[in-house]
């Protein structure tokens, strides 16, 4: 069964602070790994890796897979009040059309 | 930009009543998804379809069924909802016939059973 599991489940740190959340999978014939940002309502979508340590970046927020160790970061410097969300990661099944997400970090940034 | 659009961002229902959540996207793809979003469990696959007409079984399918009679529109239908049936329900599609990845979301129907 294809599993995804990420910590911490909850985080709170202060505007400013750099934090690195963990997503570690198991996945058959594994494809590539997404971390999406859900703020209100609908998970929007960050990155998709592939490969094992290319490091994928969007302003504050990198991200980096290891295809060896089987896990990602995602890293997000100087936190603002507006990347509280919830982080969610996820990974396609072998041949399948199905994501198998993680339960998700809670980051609250708080001033 | 993709929009996904699902008819409801609240509804309330009573246990027994038939339930249509309906999601309507306008990209052309041809994957749709229904998940379950609960506390503590994440999200869930309920049902997804890789065309019109079809349909596959995902993780949690009991108490579900799903109709795709239009590419645009997925329903997703609970025949006797129940009040385990209140839950967050996200719908999504994707771009691709042979791969999921890069799911497009809507912004979600918070359903209460009472």
């Known amino acids: 069964e294809d599993k995804v599991v990420q910590s911490p489940l909850s985080l709170v740190v202060h505007e400013g602070d750099t934090v690195t959340l963990n997503c570690s999978y198991e996945?058959?014939?594994?494809?590539?790994l997404l971390w999406y940002k859900q703020e209100k309502k609908a998970p929007t979508f960050l990155f998709m890796l592939t490969s094992s340590g290319i490091e994928k970046k969007s302003g504050r927020l990198s991200s980096i897979l290891d295809k060896k160790e089987l896990f990602s970061i995602l890293n997000i410097t100087a936190t603002q009040t507006g990347d509280s969300a919830v982080y969610l990661c996820a990974a396609p099944g072998a041949g399948s059309y199905q994501l198998t997400f993680g339960k998700g970090t809670k980051l609250s940034v708080i001033p | 930009d993709v929009k996904v659009t699902q008819s409801s961002r609240y509804l309330v229902k009573r246990t027994g009543e038939k339930v249509f959540l309906e999601c309507v996207q306008d990209m052309d793809h041809e994957n749709m998804f229904w998940y379950r979003q609960d506390p503590g469990l994440g999200l869930r696959l309920i049902y997804f379809?890789?065309?019109?007409?079809?349909?596959e079984k995902g993780d949690i399918p009991e108490g579900y069924s799903v109709s795709r009679e239009k590419k645009e529109r997925f329903s997703l239908i609970l025949e006797s909802a129940s009040t385990n049936q209140t839950s967050m329900y996200l719908c999504?599609?994707?771009?691709?016939?042979?791969?999921?990845?890069?799911?497009?979301f809507g912004s979600g129907t918070q359903l209460s059973v009472l």
């Open positions: 379809s890789y065309d019109v007409k079809m349909k």
């Open positions: 996945v058959t014939n594994f494809r590539s």
């Open positions: 999504a599609s994707s771009p691709w016939r042979d791969s999921n990845e890069k799911l497009f």
